[in-house]
């Protein structure tokens, strides 16, 4: 079964700094990789998805992650963090097939002035 | 801008009371989810349809959870009874699943329920 951990529940970085927030997946298979965004008091955003296209992926919002199979991770980085960055992020894996995703823990991203 | 709506966002309710939760998918999504969000478990899934049939209601617990879709506008989540353990954050989502495809899942506001 596929499986996600975050390394880290809380992040803190200055603004300006980079940011980098961790995921490992663990898939029998060659998996479907997401990060999704949660600001308070909202629903989860997508902001990029691997497909199995190219491993370096650009989502919104400034972010990109890299997908690098020889160490099962799917890793978010962002160069210059901004305030607008504090939320909560999640990520999230997927086989090919019909089942739901499955979501890490989340990490909590404060910026900080 | 198509959006998953939730409503109600926000339900304080007594212990032993029903609770009724709706969600109206994107228009033309196949797929519709149920997730509970707490501090303590994270983002778990507790039932998901597809083409209005239930496909998998395992994370949820049977004796008082019940999920429907009694049409494919409308997906309802009831509580009966409620007890405070309860209390979260529920999340909708849909997404549009295609043969191949790799299943985004696009999410409602989510609603907040208090039991007391």
């Known amino acids: 079964a596929q499986s996600v951990t975050q390394l880290g529940s809380h992040v803190s970085v200055s603004e300006g700094a980079l940011v980098l927030l961790r995921c490992n997946y663990s898939?029998?298979?060659?998996?479907?990789l997401f990060w999704y965004v949660q600001y308070p008091n909202q629903g989860l955003q997508l902001l990029l998805k691997y497909t199995s296209a190219a491993t370096l992926v650009k989502g919104i919002n400034g972010f990109e992650a890299e997908f690098k199979k020889s160490e099962t991770s799917f890793h978010l980085t962002k160069p210059s963090a901004h305030m607008s960055d504090a939320a909560e992020y999640f990520c999230a894996v997927r086989v090919k097939g019909n089942t739901p995703l499955v979501f890490g823990k989340g990490t909590r991203l404060s910026v900080i002035a | 801008d198509a959006r998953v709506t939730q409503t109600p966002r926000h339900k304080v309710t007594e212990m032993g009371q029903e609770v009724t939760m709706r969600c109206q998918p994107i228009l033309g999504h196949n797929t519709v989810f149920w997730y509970r969000q707490t501090m303590m478990q994270g983002l778990e899934l507790l039932a998901y349809?597809?083409?209005?049939?239930?496909?998998?209601d395992s994370g949820m617990p049977k004796d008082r959870f019940s999920a429907e879709m009694p049409d494919a506008t409308l997906a309802t989540l009831k509580i009966q009874p409620s007890e405070p353990r309860d209390s979260a954050v529920y999340f909708c989502?849909?997404?549009?699943?295609?043969?191949?495809?790799?299943?985004?899942?696009?999410f409602g506001p989510g609603t907040r329920l208090t039991v007391l």
């Open positions: 989502a849909s997404g549009l699943v295609l043969a191949g495809s790799y299943n985004e899942q696009f």
């Open positions: 898939s029998s298979v060659p998996p479907y």
């Open positions: 349809f597809r083409n209005r049939a239930p496909l998998d």
